[in-house]
């Protein structure tokens, strides 16, 4: 599961076969809670390539159950985040983030 910023990456991530959550630019108490009582054991984190989506992800690592391992798809210099990402690009690397 991936989890981005904004809908239209979620939408973007789901076009793509991924199935994808949005935090809709904050995350919730909630959003968190239900995340923690998932089956998830991994998560990829793909939150816009900027400062604030860095802190982001560090923040959701702290809050998510110790169970659950918490990865990061960094976005590529040049595009701003997986809406931005062609199929091709995309693919290349989430297959090497599944990988590891």
């Not at 904004?6 to 909630?30: C, E, K, N, R």
């Not at 239900?34 to 900027?50: E, V």
């Not at 809406?83 to 290349?92: A, C, G, H, P, R």
Request: include cysteine.
């Amino acid at each position: 599961c991936i989890i981005t910023e904004g809908p239209f990456d979620m939408l973007t991530g789901w076009t793509y076969g991924v199935p994808t959550i949005a935090t809709l630019g904050t995350i919730s108490d909630y959003q968190i809670e239900q995340i923690n009582k998932s089956c998830l054991d991994i998560i990829y984190t793909m939150f816009d390539n900027d400062e604030a989506g860095k802190r982001f992800t560090e923040k959701l690592k702290r809050r998510i159950a110790k169970r659950i391992i918490v990865e990061t798809i960094e976005i590529p210099k040049g595009f701003k985040d997986l809406n931005d990402l062609d199929y091709n690009t995309f693919e290349k690397l989430y297959n090497n983030a599944i990988k590891n």
